[in-house]
């Protein structure tokens, strides 16, 4: 069988295309350090590549999440704590009042103290993020909790202007979680710590006085149920914390494996590229050098 000049040329510069392209590819693949350059390459594994992918980052913003709602919850809890450290102070403070022997400077300086410790937890109550919006106010962030109103009678100047709904942050598949806690009793315990100190204020006040008296009980009593709720929050915060720590544990450890079975299923074994490198050169080479002789050929030299 004969095969035309041109059906020779026309196979071997298809043949050189080929070995080139293979070529190609193969460098291509060692320079990116991937197994695959396009989804025909394995359709099936560039199918587990994308969905691993998909699925490592949705944990990575479920770990981005988990770390912020930390963060966020810490705050919340030292703000909680030191709030719950000014109401002891003022616990001490009826205490001692109640102890009934007392000198009038000794009251006026209660009176001073509660003041300050009031303006302390005010301040508290309404702290602000570092993006500006109020802590403590449910979802009303953009609303300060506590209001005062300077206008309004001793007791009853202190008003809660929040809500109680909860913002929530999804820390994993279906699973979301409470970023804040709110202050709603301050507005009471304000109150009645105001209102103490205007009594404890008054000039040649008798704290045993059964109405005095009956005001500082009232006031301990407050306090105490004000310190349970705080300290039942903060409880609450810490459990938040250990759970949210187990899940980011998890996360890690499903990131890890994700990782590994992306580096697996998508990265490119050196050692057999380079293997193919050197047979997919060496085929090239071999059919240039064969294509270059088998040119030069001529019926003449058999003549």
């Known amino acids: 069988m004969r095969i035309s000049t041109t059906q020779y040329h026309s196979t071997m510069s298809s043949t050189l295309q080929t070995a080139s392209s293979r070529l190609e590819t193969i460098m291509q693949k060692m320079a990116t350090g991937q197994k695959l350059l396009l989804p025909s390459d394995d359709p099936v594994t560039d199918v587990r590549l994308s969905r691993l992918s998909r699925e490592e980052a949705a944990v990575k913003q479920y770990r981005d999440n988990i770390g912020a709602l930390t963060v966020r919850l810490r705050q919340n809890e030292a703000s909680l704590d030191s709030m719950n450290a000014s109401l002891q102070e003022s616990r001490d403070l009826m205490v001692w009042a109640l102890n009934g022997a007392n000198t009038a400077e000794d009251v006026a300086a209660m009176a001073a103290s509660l003041d300050s410790i009031r303006g302390s937890l005010f301040y508290a109550a309404n702290e602000r993020d570092q993006e500006g919006r109020y802590v403590f106010s449910g979802t009303k962030t953009a609303t300060a909790p506590i209001a005062y109103d300077p206008a309004q009678p001793s007791g009853s100047r202190y008003s809660y202007q929040g809500n109680l709904g909860q913002q929530q942050v999804v820390v994993g598949n279906g699973v979301t979680q409470d970023v804040n806690v709110t202050v709603a009793e301050m507005a009471a315990m304000l109150n009645q710590l105001d209102q103490t100190a205007s009594l404890l204020g008054t000039p040649a006040v008798n704290v045993n006085d059964p109405a005095t008296r009956a005001q500082l009980t009232a006031t301990l009593q ?45 990265q490119l074994d050196y050692g057999d590229a380079v293997v193919k490198l050197n047979g997919y ?20 030299d058999v003549i």
């Open 222 to 266: 407050l306090i105490d149920d004000t310190k349970g709720q705080f300290s039942s929050k903060i409880a609450k915060l810490g459990g938040m914390q250990n759970l949210l720590e187990t899940l980011d544990g998890n996360f890690a450890n499903v990131s890890l494996s994700n990782q590994q079975a992306l580096i697996d299923l998508g």
């Open 281 to 300: 050169t060496e085929a090239a080479q071999a059919t240039q050098k064969a294509y270059a002789r088998v040119s030069q050929l001529s019926l003449f």
